[in-house]
C-alpha cells in the first residue's frame, strides 16, 4: 500500500516538473514569430518615416533652396505647420571629394538658413537627413531628388560622378557596374546589405563631354558616408559599406589649348564667280557666311575661316549637310528682255551688263572633313581630337542647281485704241495668273503670272526642268471703263473687258532676243520651255471684248 501510494506520488512530481519545462519551452518557441514581426513592423515603420520625409520635403514643407553666393547658404522655407527635419550632415564638393559642412547635426523646426564655408560657393552639396535620405542640389536650385530610401536592412548607395573644370564642377553621366548588377548610368542608387563590392568605370579613363566641348581623364573615386574605399585611383575597385554612404567618379577636363582654323572647301562665300569658266555670266554670291555648330555652340564662318582655340580632346563639328547659296546672276545676254519687261521689279542695268537679283540658287551637299595635319585625328562627319594646332576644312560639292523664273503679264489694247478712263488698273503687268504648265515628268500643273498688280511672280525650278504650255486663259475683267477710239472723242463705256491671248516670249541666257510662242488651243501644241538659267517669261494679252451696261457685248 505505502509502495503503491509512493510511486503515485513520484509521477505526480515527475509531471508537475514535465510541466515546467514543457510550458516555458512552448511560450519561448511561439514568442520567436512575435519577435520576427517586431522586426520587420520596426523595418517597415522606418521605411514610412523615410518615405514620409521625402513626401514631406518635395511638397515644399519645407522648400529647400541652395543660394550659392559668396556667402552661401541653404534657406529652408515652411510653406504650411513644420515638419521636423533632422539634418545629420551636409557635404560640399571641393573639387577633388565631399567635404562635412556641420560638427553637429541640426533639427529643423521651422524657417532658418544654414550658412557654409566660402569655399562651398559654385559647388553642388549634398544634404543627409537622419533618415538616410540625401538629398542634393547644384548651385542656385532648389531640391532635386536624389533621395536615397529602400528596403528595409538595406543600405543605400548613390554614386555620382563629376568633371572638374578648372574652377568649375560639371555633373556627367557615366556607366557603372556594381558587384553582379547590369550597367547603368550615374547618378544611381543602389540598396545593398552591409559588405564588399565591387564597382567599375565602363567608360574608360577618357570621356567628352559634347555640351562642353570638353574631353576628361579620370581622376580618382572618393567616398562619404559609412564606409571605405580601396584603390580610389583604380576605374575598376572595391568598397566597404556599413551605411548610406556616396561614391563620385572625379574626371578632370584637360585644359590646354590649341590654335585651330576652321574652313570649308568648294563654296563660293561672298565672292563671284564665272561658272563654267562661262565669260558671258558672272555669279555673285549673297552668302558671306555659313552656320556651323561647333561643340553645340553656333558659330559663322567666312571665306577665310574662323580661328578658335580648342582645348586637348574631342570636339564636335557640324557642318550642315545641305547648304544654298543664292547668286545675283549678271550677263549680257538679258539686254533685250531688260528692254522688254514692263516691270523692272529686281532686276536691273549698269554699263550694259543686266544682273537678275537671286538668278541662281546653288544647293551644296556635306561631304566629308579634313585636315592638313596628323595632330588633328578626323573621328567621322562631325567628330576630331585635337593634339596640336592645324586646320580642318568641311567639304562640299554641288548638288542641284536652281533658276529664277519671272513671270510678268502684259496687257493693252490694240492700235489706236485707249481707256479715257478705268476703275481699275487695265494697262501693262495686272494680277492674274493665266498661263497654264505642265512639269513634265510630273503630274504637277501650275498657273504662272503677276501676283498682284505690278508684281511679277517669281518662282524657282531645278536646271533642266521643263515646262509645257498648256493653257493661256482668257482674262474677264470687271469694272467701269471708258474706251476711245481714233476719231471718235466721246468714247464707250463698259462694264467689262475680255483679253484674248497673243502670245508668249520668253528670254534666257540662250535665247538673247526673245523665243516666242504663239498659243495654238485647238491642237493642244503651245511649246516647251526649258529651263537652263535664269528665265524671264512675258505674257501677251490684247483688250478685244467689252461688255456694254444693260447687257450686250462690243467688240
Sequence with gaps: MRKALSSAIFLIIMLIVLLSVLIPALLIFNSIPIYSS???????????????????????????????SLMPYIEFLYNSIPYPLNITQIYYFNGSTWVPALKNSILLAGNQNIYLPRAAFNQPILIVSSQANFYFLNPNTSVTTVTISGPAGKVPVYVTAFVINGSKVIP?????ILGANPSLLTPQVYYLNPGTYSISDK??????????GLTAT??????????????????????????????????????????VVINTSNLPLGSTINPSNNNQVTLTSLNNTIPVLIDNKQYYINSTGLKLPLTYGYHIIQFPSYYNITFDYTSTNYKSAYNAMPIKN?????NGKVTIQGGQINCYQFTSLSTNTSKINIINSYTVFVNGSGKITGNYKLDQTYYLVIIENYFYFPSGIWASYNSTPVNISIWRQLLQV??????????????????????YFKSGTELEITLDYLHELSGNFTIVKVGNH???????????????????????????????GQSGDYGIMYINSPLIIINYEEWEYGAIPNGGNNG
Design 38 to 68: 517586431q522586426g520587420q513592423i520596426a523595418g517597415t515603420g522606418y521605411q514610412q518615416l523615410q518615405k514620409n520625409e521625402e513626401n514631406q520635403v518635395f511638397r515644399g514643407n519645407p522648400n529647400i533652396y541652395y543660394n550659392s
Design 172 to 176: 556627367v553621366s557615366i556607366q557603372v
Design 203 to 212: 567608360n574608360g579613363s577618357t570621356i567628352f563631354l559634347q555640351g562642353y
Design 218 to 259: 579620370f581622376q580618382n573615386w572618393t567616398i562619404v558616408g559609412y564606409g571605405n574605399l580601396n584603390s580610389p585611383s583604380k576605374l575598376s575597385t572595391t568598397f566597404t559599406v556599413t551605411g548610406p554612404l556616396v561614391l563620385t567618379a572625379i574626371y578632370k577636363a584637360q585644359l590646354q589649348k590649341f590654335t
Design 346 to 350: 529686281g532686276i536691273f542695268m549698269q
Design 438 to 459: 505642265q512639269v513634265l515628268g510630273t503630274n504637277q500643273v501650275i498657273t504662272l503670272g503677276n501676283i498682284n498688280n505690278y508684281v511679277p511672280e517669281k518662282i
Design 490 to 520: 466721246t468714247g464707250t463705256n463698259y462694264t467689262g473687258l475680255l483679253s484674248c491671248p497673243q502670245n508668249v516670249t520668253i528670254y534666257n541666257v540662250t535665247y538673247t532676243n526673245g523665243y516666242t510662242y504663239y498659243p495654238k
